[in-house]
């Protein structure tokens, strides 16, 4: 397997780990007031004062659902991704079998889809007013929502290495020794 393939489905795994723990841990906002502390995914909230006590999310704010539905999409498209970046790193080196341009494309979308996700989230929370005695900062669930996407624009990118040294741009590359 060429480096560049290798380095694709490692980080497009690794991406795809992360955006998937992000989205499923509620670690997005940390608060700390003077008698509770609690913390919030997109899913739930949580408050500790005496106990713990996590609710669900139901009445939203349309940040909160554009980022789900957009780290939600970036997730399914990450899982193809991966599926089409091992054909493309599996397939014979000699002839292009036309799925690395598309698992290119397909790896830089859910990358931008999922930047899209954490663009907005990042805004809509910025523009939230908070009370004057609650303290709250961006928790750990919140950083591996924007390290995935950018892993899987990275894999993207080597898919696109990889597809340039296979394609029409081989010439510019080492020739593979090809024997069919």
Do not use: N
């Not at 341009?101 to 939230?128: E, H």
């Amino acid at each position: 397997m060429p480096g560049w393939g290798v380095a694709a489905c490692l980080l497009a795994g690794l991406g795809e780990m992360l955006l998937l723990t992000a989205l499923s841990t509620e670690y997005w906002m940390l608060s700390r007031g003077p008698q509770h502390t609690g913390h919030s995914g997109l899913w739930q909230v949580c408050v500790t004062g005496l106990q713990e006590i996590c609710v669900t999310s139901r009445d939203v704010t349309g940040t909160v659902q554009a980022t789900r539905i957009c780290l939600a999409l970036a997730a399914v498209l990450g899982v193809l991704y991966i599926v089409l970046a091992v054909a493309a790193v599996t397939s014979c080196p000699c002839r292009d079998s036309g799925v690395g341009p598309g698992a290119t494309i397909v790896g830089f979308a859910a990358g931008v889809l999922g930047l899209v996700a954490m663009v907005v989230f990042t805004a809509g929370v910025w523009d939230s007013a908070a009370s004057a005695q609650v303290q709250s900062s961006f928790g750990w669930s919140f950083s591996l929502g924007w390290a995935g996407p950018l892993a899987l624009l990275l894999a993207g990118g080597c898919t696109l290495l990889l597809h340039l040294r296979r394609g029409p741009y081989s010439h510019i590359w080492p020739h593979w020794e090809c024997h069919i």
